[in-house]
Structure formats: structure tokens, C-alpha cells
């Protein structure tokens, strides 16, 4: 694996270093967590990659395949087959990608694909079939990003999606910032990141300082499932971003086995808060090829949304939404 490095994160590397030791073996998975061998699907491994920061393990109890933190990283022979409503490119992207590592759906904002690379393999991904090879954001590519933004002028917002964009380094982020800087309609910058999540330790100095010059509002959308990957680190690092003026949203999406339950999503947006983190999306799940075991119904969805509001302020419910193709945002389940 290779990650890209430069100048500030040499000095700074303990993320990287973590990023560059991932569990990517099943048989390493099964024998550190004392799971039968069988239970770790070399196939579905082949097919979308292990990929788990050794940290993680704390949070994963051994011996428990109905783990709802392992669930959501273990590779499972159920992976192999799926409904026939289930793509490989849910939500149409490919017809929204008007240059590469661009994606451009909504009015005002556009998605770039940053980087294919994640520290995390969530089983579930709505990308795991996604073409990063031909979105890559390397030398022309950016350049047909930045002529494609600067010659429309009703876009005001960037969002750096992935993979996971902070999986790049501080100083490859600054030169994007500053190239999007000299767009002058241009207003915000959003980052969508698991990274934060698995490893807390890329909120260091240097993306803090990067965030602070990019001249642009900033906003970190978190991806968190479960109030069990909240820990005291992530507490610090985000509170932290706060101070430095960083708006900080999460997205959860909800999976059967992980956190369908409403004491779970509860405790989830309250452990959150307390970390300065308001709830922004509950994702309904992607019907995407390999994730059919993680889907939640639509009628049991509303029901966990409606506990929710029953037991939370207002401002601590996510918004439920499904992505639909075709639509020109995504389509609020309230009733
Ligand atoms: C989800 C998404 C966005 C962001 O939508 P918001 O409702 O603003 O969070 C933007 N572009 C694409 C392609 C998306 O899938
Ligand atoms: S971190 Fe995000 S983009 Fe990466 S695999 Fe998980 S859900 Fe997909």
C-alpha cells in the first residue's frame, strides 16, 4: 500500500504509521479475535479488501461474530450473493460524473472523489464497486475539477468525499484548498471522513492549521455508527476542530445487527454532542451488491426515528433520508 506523504507528516506520522499497518489478512482478523476461520470470508475479502486499524480491536469483543463493530468491518460469505434489486452502482453516479473525481448531482454542491483509499473497509460502502482508478485527482484530472467550478458560478460548496479524503496528507489538502481559494464563489469546504472516527489521531496539528488557512468555511461531516466508537481520543481531537472554528456534523447509516435499535441511536447522538458533534443523516443503506445482510426496512426505519424523537431535543435527531437516482436531494423518510 502507499500513502502519500510529504515534508509536515514525516514529523507527524503516528496516523500514518497506523494506516500503513492495517489488518488486511482474515486469517490475521480470525487468530486476534479468536473467531473461527471459517467465519472470515477469504472471498468476500478478494472481492472488496479487508481493511481495519489495529486500534479498532479494543472496541471489538473476541470470540463475538455479532459484534456490531465487527460486523460492519468483517468480510462474510453472505457478501457473495445478492437480491437482484441490489447494483453494483446504486445511486447512478456514473451518469452524475461530468469530469473525473467529480460528481455533480445537487444544486450548489458538488462532490469531489478525492482519493479511493480508506482506513477503514466498511462492508456496507456504497462505493465498494466505484471506478477510483479513473477518478483520480492527479495533475490534468484537477485541473478539469477546478475549470469545471470556476466556469459555474451557481456552486458555492466542495465537498471532499472518497474513499476517505483525510487519508491523504496535510499538505496535498492545502493545495487543493488553495487552488479552490482563488474560485470566488466559492464559499464552503466540506470534508465527509470516517478517518477522524478510526483514527483519531489525524486531527493533528497540522490539518488543524490547514482547515484554519483554507480561507473558506469549514465543515467535517463524521461518519460514526455506534456509540462505542466514541472514544476519549476522538473526544479531544474534535473538540479541538471546534475551537479552531470547524462545524462538525455526523452521518450514520443504519444497519441491521449494528445499531437498529433505538437505545443505540440514542446514545449515539448524546455521545456525539458531548463531543460538539450535531446529528446530520441517517442513511437508509445503498442497495449495493455484498450488503444485502446490513438493510433495515423502510417501516422499521420510521419507527426507530419516531423513538428517537420521543426520547431526544429536537436538535439531537438526524434527519432519515434514502438516496434516490434521479432526485435532486436525498428523500426525507419522516413521517
Ligand atoms: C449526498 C451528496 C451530496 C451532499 O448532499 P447534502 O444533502 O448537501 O449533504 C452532494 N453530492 C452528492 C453526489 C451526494 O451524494
Ligand atoms: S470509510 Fe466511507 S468511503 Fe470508506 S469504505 Fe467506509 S463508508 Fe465507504
Partial sequence: MHIITDGLNQTNSSWQ????????????LAELLQLPYAAVSQAAGDQFELRLPRRML????????????LRQFLPQAQELTSPPDYSSDPLDETSTNPVPGLIHKY???????????????????????????????????WQGVLDYLAADDSINEVIFSGGDPLSVSNNQLARWFSDLTKIAHLKRLRIHSRLPVVIPSRIDQGLIHTLQQA???????IHCNHPREVDG????????LQRAGVQLFNQTVLLNGVNNCADTLVELSESL????????YLHLLDRVQGAAHFDVDE????????????????????????????????TWLHI
Fill in 299 to 330: 417501516g422499521q426505519a420510521q419507527q426507530l426515528h419516531q423513538q428517537m424523537r420521543a426520547r431526544l431535543p429536537g436538535f439531537l435527531v438526524p434527519k432519515l433520508v434514502r438516496e434516490t437516482p434521479g432526485q435532486p436531494n436525498k
Fill in 58 to 69: 479494543d472496541k471489538i469483543e473476541p470470540g463475538n461474530l455479532d459484534d456490531p463493530i
Fill in 215 to 221: 480561507g473558506l468555511q469549514c465543515v467535517l461531516v
Fill in 107 to 141: 444544486h450548489g454542491r458538488v462532490l469531489i472523489t478525492a482519493t479511493g483509499q480508506c482506513a477503514v473497509n466498511c462492508r456496507y460502502c456504497f462505493r465498494r464497486h466505484f471506478n477510483y482508478q479513473e477518478n483520480r485527482l492527479r495533475g490534468p484530472a
Fill in 17 to 28: 504509521q497506523q494506516l500503513n499497518d492495517l489488518i488486511t489478512q482474515p486469517a490475521e
Fill in 233 to 240: 481520543e476522538l473526544r479531544q481531537g474534535l473538540s479541538q
Fill in 273 to 280: 454532542f458531548d463531543c460538539g458533534v450535531h446529528p446530520y
